[in-house]
């Protein structure tokens, strides 16, 4: 799947494994993932595209604040059990 900016995807390695963010921008094999508490639309954590698993949920990230990304991903995560992380 192509991943691109506004695509949800899962973390699947790091100590934020199996949390839900938002790709805010690419950078050809790195992704730049906000999810609004941890990391910040303004700071996002620079992850490499194998280390996250892409969903086929978008979220346009225009207009998005901190408190309404939160908002938002908490809600997909807890209505679409697909995007829970199988322990």
């Known amino acids: 799947m192509n991943i691109t900016a506004g695509t949800v995807v899962i973390s699947r390695a790091g ?45 346009e990230p225009a207009g998005l604040t901190d408190r309404s990304l939160r908002r938002t991903l908490r809600e997909l995560f807890e209505q679409d059990s697909a995007l829970q992380e199988s322990e």
């Open 15 to 59: 100590h934020d494994c199996g949390r839900a963010m938002l790709v805010v921008r690419t950078d050809g094999e790195f992704l730049f993932v906000a999810d609004g508490k941890e990391r910040k639309l303004e700071k996002p954590k620079k992850k490499n595209r194998k280390h996250v698993r892409a969903t086929s949920r978008v979220i």
